[in-house]
């Protein structure tokens, strides 16, 4: 099981970014999927995930309304598109996948907010 994170880069607030995480070894439609991050001095947090049992999203109150995280099932692929980017953004962002009993990350891709 491997997932590979891209997509970070240095954004303008305001502005948008989409990552995106490439999963192998695993169908990612199978299992809950999500994204964290890891800002500079802080713990590591849950964003936004997938449910399996009922494909709901859920998010964390910070981006709601703002980001949407998806999938395509075709490319095997999970994405977290970002809007209206704001400074507490900046952070290193893993996507996730919880393939039972364990739970496999991706490398993570550092996303910076500044003007």
């Known amino acids: 099981v491997q997932l590979q994170a891209s997509g970070g880069g240095l954004v303008q607030p305001g502005r948008s970014l989409r990552l995106s995480c490439a999963a192998s070894g695993f169908t990612l439609d199978t299992y809950s999927v999500g994204w964290f991050r890891q800002a500079p001095g802080k713990e590591r947090e849950g964003v936004a995930c997938?449910?399996?049992?009922?494909?709901?999203?859920y998010y964390v109150d910070s981006v709601k309304g703002r980001f949407t995280i998806s999938r395509d099932n075709a490319k095997n692929t999970m994405y977290l598109q970002m809007s209206s980017l704001k400074l507490d953004d900046t952070a290193v962002y893993y996507c996730?996948?919880?393939?039972?009993?364990?739970?496999?990350w991706g490398q993570g891709t550092l996303v910076t907010v500044s003007s």
């Open positions: 996730n996948a919880y393939v039972p009993p364990d739970n496999y």
């Open positions: 997938i449910r399996d049992s009922d494909d709901r999203e």
